[in-house]
């Protein structure tokens, strides 16, 4: 597919689609009531994930009409100077060509990894998982009915009907020319397709984030950050995962024991290392391997350091590079953390929760990306696209 579709067919495409879905958003519901029906339930976080109801379908919607909203990203230009020779040079933004997600139990990500990637003139393949197939094929029909109102054909939404073994095959030896890969799961998924890609793969990795309370932490402040971040969306990759205490804090047991009443409220189970084991309610971490681990679940760690200096060694140790935060109201300090910490987010007095395409100001993202290159954190519309060189001369040589 070698045309780009100008940018108003860009977007009718996509005010259509949201049309469609609230035209038929019981359609949706009624298929994804046969996904949570057949789903086991034996993980509640792709339960949660699995799950549309009438707030997601709003969400949809809303993410079809902002992209709408937003710039075309192709074109931009990002560099331009005049040779001495007389060439004029220029480099402009373009797109990567065909784009592969993987993913779990998202039926929203069938709206909206498709709106960013045909938004951006990409081509999208969409391999979701055998527990959303109901609600997915409802979904891409409707994208292909979008099109189709606009004399635009179906081939630029196209939904692979794969099991492992012909997943792996089609990425070994791919029946068509894949520019790009994302795959949005847990680390066997990622694993697996880094194994048998024969393209760039973006990872959407894991998250096991970290909360750093600082002994000059507002302790209150602290409370509220750490409870949101922990039980506001258990499914979702910017939950937290782990606490940092300053032995230093003053007031630290007091704090501690009202924070674990607290998380015990919301029925999370609370791990300790072994400076915090006495704790009321702990149970003992099992193993140092717990301190790597991703829960998407009721769960939290909470461990002792001395210093910001040995928090952020701790994190950069063990975190999955997602998110971090710091509770603390000194600026330096902040500073410090902020600067040393390795993730794709980093944090000051406010929850891990706001790492989102749509919280931090994109609009919507394909995936949050742990990977260095070619972009970091949410990658939004202006991040799925490549680059092109233009040079114009008049018979110049070298």
């Known amino acids: ?69 937003q710039e075309d990203p192709l074109g931009k230009e990002r560099f331009h100077f005049t040779h001495d020779n007389g060439m004029e040079v220029s480099n402009k933004t373009a797109p990567f060509g065909t784009v592969m997600i993987i993913y779990e139990s998202r039926p929203d990500v069938t709206v909206e990894a498709a709106g960013i990637a045909f938004k951006s003139g990409n081509k999208i393949l969409l391999k979701g998982g055998k527990e959303s197939l109901n609600s997915n094929l409802v979904i891409v029909d409707l994208w292909h009915r979008a099109l189709k109102e606009h004399n635009i054909i179906t081939d630029w939404v196209t939904y692979l009907r794969f099991n492992r073994q012909e997943t792996q095959e089609f990425l070994a030896n791919p029946t068509e020319k894949i520019d790009l ?18 393209c760039p793969v973006v990872v959407s990795g894991r998250g096991n984030n970290f909360v750093f309370v600082h002994k000059d932490a507002d302790k209150e402040l602290a409370k509220k950050v750490i409870l949101n971040a922990k039980t506001a969306k258990i499914s979702a990759c910017n939950a937290l995962d782990k606490v940092l205490i300053d032995s230093n804090l003053e007031g630290k047991e007091e704090f501690l024991n009202e924070l674990t009443v607290l998380l015990h409220e919301h029925e999370v189970e609370i791990l300790a290392d072994q400076a915090l084991k006495d704790l009321k309610g702990v149970k003992p971490l099992e193993s140092e391997d717990v301190w790597y681990e991703e829960f998407l679940d009721y769960k939290i760690v909470l461990g002792q350091t001395e210093s910001v200096e040995d928090a952020v060694s ?20 902040a500073d410090v953390f902020m600067t040393n910490v390795d993730a794709a987010a980093v944090y000051h007095n406010a929850s891990t929760r706001f790492t989102d395409g749509g919280q931090l100001g994109l609009g919507g993202e394909l995936a949050i990306s742990t990977d260095k290159l070619h972009q970091r954190g949410p990658i939004g519309l202006q991040h799925l696209v490549t680059n092109k060189w233009y040079i114009h001369g008049e018979g110049q040589t070298r």
């Open 314 to 333: 701790w994190i950069n140790k063990y975190s999955g590079g997602h998110s971090s935060s710091i509770i603390t109201k000194d600026q330096h300090t």
């Open 1 to 69: 597919m070698n045309t780009i579709l100008t940018i108003k067919e860009r977007n009718n495409v996509l005010l259509s689609m949201a049309k469609l879905i609230r035209q038929e958003q019981e359609a949706i519901l009624e298929a994804n009531k046969k996904d949570l029906d057949s789903y086991n339930g034996e993980d509640l976080a792709m339960e949660d994930r699995l799950k549309v109801n009438d707030a997601k379908i709003e969400g949809m919607i809303t993410s079809l009409e902002e992209l709408a909203s």
């Open 181 to 198: 890969i994302v795959p949005r799961g847990g680390e066997r998924l990622i694993a697996f397709v880094k194994e048998h890609a024969t």
